[in-house]
């Protein structure tokens, strides 16, 4: 509880609280400024970019936060009053990543009160609810990426090797289409492109493979971090 404040304060202070909370909602509202200008399918199409975008933005910026509190001291103060550092590296993974399922929550409700749905489908709660939660699962994976680059890289360092590194992969995934269900699967559905039929399996299949692949990574960042003299 007592780190949850630690790092929601120090997140606030950075002011970067709120561009969590505030760049899926963002995302909502271009989606919906671009199909009122360019029809639905391209604001579902721009929705799901957005929220990709909004993604790896969170990320990074708590990543580069992360990186400032270890430049600072602030990790090491914490340490030496015998604060478990896997705790304090969870508390930085767990809580931003509450912060950004809550504001993909708003923004996907945003969305889905402006957007008109895909016309060969119907949407019901559950459909809505495994949509908005499969397109904000990437954002932990890749905040434990960012977490695991800023334990031995410099803020603008952290903040640069995320968003470069989601760009090769997102340019890796839109190559290969929705052929493949992999961690980034729910942008798909989010744009109308999954499997008709199939919108809440690669939804759920996708939230998986990303709560997967975060406890992987977010392992490897807290071997890394238990290893480096701070």
Not at 170 to 187: E, F, K, N
């Amino acid at each position: 509880m007592i780190l949850g404040i630690h790092v929601a304060r120090q997140l606030w202070l950075q002011l970067r609280l709120l561009v969590l909370l505030a760049l899926p909602p963002v995302a909502a509202l271009v989606a919906i400024t671009v199909e009122w200008n360019a029809g639905s399918e391209a604001g579902r199409a721009a929705l799901a970019t957005g929220l990709a975008v909004a993604a790896v933005l969170s990320s990074a910026l708590v990543g580069a936060a992360f990186a400032e509190e270890i430049g600072s001291g602030a990790a090491a103060w914490l340490i030496v009053r015998a604060v478990p550092r896997s705790s304090l590296l969870g508390a930085w993974w767990v809580l931003p990543g509450l912060t950004v399922v809550t504001a993909f929550i708003l923004g996907g409700v945003l969305a889905g009160l402006a957007l008109r749905p895909p016309v060969d489908r119907v949407l019901d709660p559950v459909t809505v609810t495994v949509t908005i939660l499969a397109a904000a699962a990437p954002a932990l994976p890749l905040t434990a990426a960012a977490l695991a680059v800023a334990v031995d890289a410099p803020p603008r360092v952290a903040l640069v090797a995320t968003v470069a590194g989601s760009a090769v992969l997102a340019v890796v995934l839109v190559l290969g289409g929705d052929a493949v269900i992999h961690p980034a699967s729910g942008y798909w559905v989010v744009a109308g492109r999954a499997p008709v039929d199939q919108p809440i399996s690669v939804g759920l299949q996708a939230i998986g493979l990303c709560l997967v692949l975060s406890a992987v990574i977010w392992a490897a960042a807290a071997r890394r971090f238990g290893s480096r003299d701070l």
